[in-house]
């Protein structure tokens, strides 16, 4: 059957455009954007560049900051920090780092002379350590040499006396000049422009064990040889050198000295890190003491009591009950010194050390020696040589000779120092930082 065609006159209707096909309409507002289109490898390549350089450069301004912050704390901060204080002054941990830094060249500096002497004396190695390990100070030296904060706590109480002296020589009006320091330069170098005679050299007399007439603690003046009774020293040398057979004239003797400073400090400013003026402020305290030693002793009299003292030295306190129940059951004592007194130096003459001042004798033996009865049998007695058994044979007034002199002005000036220590009280305070800041 036909399909039905169209009878009317009317033109076809057209028939509806689906909506697929109708025209597109404009985008929404809300209608999200499309993904960027992926970048090419150059441009990825140059981001991640870009990246790179903005992380680097990050990290590099952040490590300036760390590094100039450690340079500012380490150069600037940490070293005008205080180690000690002393009545409102300080003492900052670059002073002290320096001065223990002095100390060390020092004491290294005597160390060496002495087994140099020792040597030229014909003593073996074996003998030099033992005469050195067992006889201050070169003992007390090379302790501090291999444990740095005993050298440190012996520098920080020596510079709080410094101060102490400082500040003691001001309210007295008492003022240190040039003259004065040029004066302990010259005497530590062995040099007297007025002398006929440059010796730099100081004569050690070895002994092969220890003897009573020295302290346990260095004297804050450098000194090159230990003291005894048989060879007290005054003034130090580090230049151990052989003595001019002629007698060189003033120019001669001012040309060594400037050579021999010159040479010395050299060796200091290189071993030590410091400067020629640390060096002089070294000197300087020096000539501080010296002044007030001087002041303090203008009345010292020239006598004082000495004593005559025997004694047996051994190694125990065991040992020294036996010597002594054997002395009080009739022993000899001579007999007994010279058979088990570990005191070389004096045993054969049956445990004898002669007449001196008590004050030549560590603290102590002098107290026993001040203390004692003549003719009493005291002990044991410990000192750091060992054990000892004293017999005072004698005491009387007796005129002091220079050394002996020389030696009681300072314990005068030591015992004073101690006085203005304990009166200043709470306006001396040595804090426990500086002994993260001894130098290794």
């Known amino acids: 059957m036909s399909k039905k065609s169209q009878t009317t006159g009317l033109p076809k209707?057209?028939?509806?455009?689906?909506?697929?096909?109708?025209?597109?309409?404009?985008?929404?507002?809300?209608?999200?954007?499309l993904?960027?289109?992926t970048h090419t490898k150059a441009e990825r390549d140059a981001q991640i560049q870009r990246l790179l350089v903005l992380v680097t450069g990050a990290v590099l301004g952040i490590t300036a900051i760390i590094l100039i912050g450690a340079l500012i704390f380490?150069?600037?901060?940490i070293p005008n920090q205080v180690v000690a204080r002393v009545n409102g002054e300080t003492i900052t941990v670059s002073e002290f780092e320096r001065r223990v830094r002095i100390e060390r060249f020092l004491i290294s500096s005597q160390i060496n002379a002495a087994i140099n002497q020792y040597r030229a004396f014909g003593f073996d190695d074996a003998t030099i350590n033992q005469q050195l390990f067992s006889q201050p100070p070169f003992s007390t030296y090379i302790n501090e040499l291999n444990i740095p904060d005993q050298l440190g706590n012996r520098v920080i109480n020596t510079m709080v006396d410094d101060e102490v002296v400082r500040q003691e020589l001001a309210r007295r009006g008492i003022t240190v000049d040039q003259e004065a320091l040029q004066k302990q330069i010259n005497r530590f170098f062995g040099y007297d422009p007025e002398a006929g005679l440059f010796t730099p050299t100081p004569t050690i007399t070895p002994t092969t064990s220890p003897t009573p007439f020295v302290s346990p603690t260095p004297s804050p003046t450098p000194t090159a040889?230990?003291?005894s009774e048989a060879t007290p020293t005054e003034s130090p040398t580090e230049f151990p050198t052989a003595t001019p057979t002629n007698t060189p004239d003033a120019?001669?003797?001012?040309?060594?000295?400037?050579?021999?400073?010159?040479d010395y400090y050299s060796a200091v400013r290189s071993s030590a890190s410091v400067s020629d003026a640390d060096i002089n402020a070294y000197f300087e305290t020096l000539a501080l003491r010296e002044a007030l030693r001087d002041a303090l002793s203008a009345d010292l009299p020239r006598t004082t009591p000495f004593v005559n003292v025997r004694h047996i030295l051994v190694g125990s306190e065991e040992e020294a009950n036996q010597a002594l129940a054997a002395l009080n059951a009739g022993e000899s004592f001579a007999a007994l010194a010279a058979a088990?007194?570990?005191d070389q130096s004096?045993?054969?003459?049956?445990?004898?050390?002669?007449w001196a001042p008590p004050a030549n004798y560590v603290e102590e033996f002098a107290t026993a020696v001040t203390e004692a009865e003549i003719g009493a049998l005291v002990g044991p007695v410990q000192t750091q040589f060992g054990w000892h058994i004293i017999q005072v044979r004698g005491r009387e007034e007796r005129e002091m000779n220079d050394s002996?002199?020389?030696r009681a002005k300072e314990t005068r000036l030591t015992e004073y120092i101690q006085q203005l220590r304990e009166a200043a009280g709470s306006g001396i305070e040595i804090l426990d930082t500086w002994i993260d800041y001894v130098p290794r």
């Open 225 to 227: 040889t230990p003291i």
């Open 251 to 262: 120019t001669q003797r001012a040309d060594d000295f400037n050579r021999n400073r010159t």
């Open 13 to 33: 209707a057209n028939k509806p455009i689906p909506k697929a096909a109708s025209q597109p309409k404009a985008p929404s507002a809300r209608q999200p954007r």
């Open 404 to 406: 002996d002199y020389e």
């Open 340 to 342: 088990i007194s570990i």
């Open 35 to 37: 993904l960027r289109e």
């Open 74 to 77: 380490d150069q600037l901060i």
């Open 346 to 354: 004096n045993k054969e003459r049956g445990g004898d050390l002669g």
